[in-house]
């Protein structure tokens, strides 16, 4: 048997992506509530505040916030053992800039934390997920601003504080490292609240909100231990490795420098200081970053415990020109891996990447990892339900079958210490690159569309009862 009996199987999803409940007692406007619904092709506007008239899917989302308890009660009966979801930093410090915290916020996630171990879930938390206060946007300029390391860290201390006897594992910023794609305004956006000036460098603005946020994950980790040791704080990233399309050597190179856009933020969060390739970098491009020797100190003083990490697909990069899609955007979309298909979101579907990714992660960084999402989007309908009253998502069923094998492999035959996999959007919810409904991940139905039309109804599919099964069996019958 590959997994210890206290494997973290459970799901993922962000407050912002679910909750809705927008504007209710007392939370503040978020990033995310200023982004318009768009589609594959057809970037989210961000629009300056909240316009009138405008679709901002994340208002309502799916209404978590006042159906949780019967949400709850659907993924305990899947038998789950985690559940991570975030918290959302505006229903705690609706403007970021606060002293004191607005207890309304905060009773709502003792409430949700307490619906969750009563059915012995544990909670996984991500204090940032895509959802920082937008005034701090608006007044500083969002994490180009020094001031708010003090922000993110009083807000964090406050979470700790109250909730150190419900909630064991922590995530700093989810997906820290999406940032690194900085030809997509969306990036800088969701992760650091970063609107470029046009007299702005993008590299330089990319690197010094990145050492801010690194330094206050740092010294949120500090804090977290001296509160309690029990809790353990990790770090979140995307991980999608990065294949050379050859072994021509230089198509070698590409990929390990494309890699190193990836690795840069877990190589500081896990060993403390910044890797000899950014600081080149840094020399070589005429790049200065405002970083104090307390800063250094502190990155030094705050590693993680683990590395939380999202898993979804892998990329490839040739030097070869006529291999290069040029009417392509995305750069993960450039260059085709011929032994893969996309999904209908061209997002390339690669289970052994899943393995690949556990034993890189697991070599380079000898800590423990946790699998905090991982799933495919796809387009259902009720128009898809079977005669027995379920929608048949067999293909989902297949990509989990195909990576959970994997994963199996990562931990049997190359001894990766695994504490937990959590597939993302374990029930249908709100798309963070999109803003569409219709791209579905759950296991769970959530009647509503891309206009904002359905009862809201929530129902199983088919992979609901087979991902009940995989946990009963600890893994074993998929
Ligand atoms: P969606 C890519 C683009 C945008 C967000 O993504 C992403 C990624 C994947 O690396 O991040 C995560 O909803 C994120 C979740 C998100 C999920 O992937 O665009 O942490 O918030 O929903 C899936 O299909």
């Known amino acids: 048997m590959p997994f210890s009996k206290d494997f973290l199987w459970g799901g993922a999803v962000a407050a912002h992506q679910l909750e809705g409940g927008w504007n209710e007692d007392g939370k503040g406007v978020s990033v995310a509530d200023v982004m318009t619904v768009g589609g594959y092709g057809k970037p989210r506007r ?3 505040g909240v316009v009138a008239g405008e679709n901002y899917p994340n208002h309502e989302a799916i209404d978590f916030y006042h159906r949780y308890k019967k949400d709850v009660k659907m993924f305990a009966d899947m038998g789950f053992k985690a559940f991570r979801t975030s918290i ?3 229903r705690i410090f609706p403007n970021g800039d606060e002293t004191q915290p607005n207890e309304a916020g905060l009773k709502f996630y003792d409430d949700l934390f307490d619906e969750m171990l009563k059915y012995n879930i544990e909670p996984v938390i991500t204090l940032s997920h895509f959802e920082m206060p937008y005034n ?13 390391i003090d922000f993110f860290v009083r807000f964090a201390k406050v979470c700790f504080k109250r909730y150190q006897h419900k909630v064991k594992y922590w995530m700093t910023f989810n997906e820290i490292n999406n940032q690194a794609n900085i030809e997509n305004d969306f990036c800088g956006f969701t992760n650091s ?36 040791p029990d809790m353990k704080v990790g770090c979140m ?11 021509n050597p230089d198509d070698i190179i590409l990929s390990v420098q494309e890699m190193h856009k990836r690795n840069f933020y877990g190589d500081v969060h896990v060993r403390g200081h910044y890797p000899a390739y950014a600081l080149a970098q840094w020399k070589n491009k005429n790049i200065q970053l405002d970083i104090t020797k307390e800063d250094l100190v502190a990155l030094k003083e705050g590693t993680v415990d683990y590395i939380g990490f999202s898993y979804y697909q892998t990329a490839v990069v040739t030097t070869d020109e006529s291999k290069i899609k040029t009417d392509v955007k995305e750069a993960d979309e450039k260059v085709d891996n011929p032994y893969l298909k996309r999904n209908d979101w061209g997002w390339q579907i690669d289970p052994v990447g899943l393995r690949y990714a556990l ?27 079977q005669s027995d009253g379920m929608i048949h998502d067999d293909g989902r069923i297949a990509y989990f079958q195909a990576h959970i094998e994997q994963m199996k492999k990562a931990v049997e035959e190359d001894g990766v210490d695994l504490w937990g996999y959590m597939p993302w959007g374990c029930i249908d919810l709100v798309s963070a690159g999109t ?8 296991f769970i139905y959530v009647d509503k569309d891309n206009q904002g039309n359905g009862t809201l109804n929530r129902k199983p599919k088919k992979s609901f009862y087979w991902y009940k099964k995989v946990i009963a069996t600890n893994g074993e019958d998929l």
């Open 46 to 48: 961000i629009t300056r």
């Open 237 to 247: 990233l995307a991980y999608q490795p990065v294949y050379p399309l050859t072994c």
């Open 193 to 228: 609240g970063v609107v470029l000036r046009k007299e702005e460098n993008p590299l330089q603005v990319l690197y010094q909100v990145s050492h801010y946020e690194l330094v206050a994950s740092a010294k949120a980790v500090k804090i977290a231990h001296e509160i309690s």
């Open 136 to 148: 701090l946007v608006v007044k500083y300029g969002g994490w180009k601003n020094r001031k708010l």
């Open 359 to 385: 034993m890189v992660l697991s070599e380079r960084y000898e800590v423990p990892l946790m699998i905090v999402e991982n799933g495919i989007g796809l387009h259902e309908t009720e128009a898809d339900e």
């Open 88 to 90: 959302a930093w505006t």
């Open 435 to 442: 803003g569409e409904m219709e791209k579905r991940y759950g």
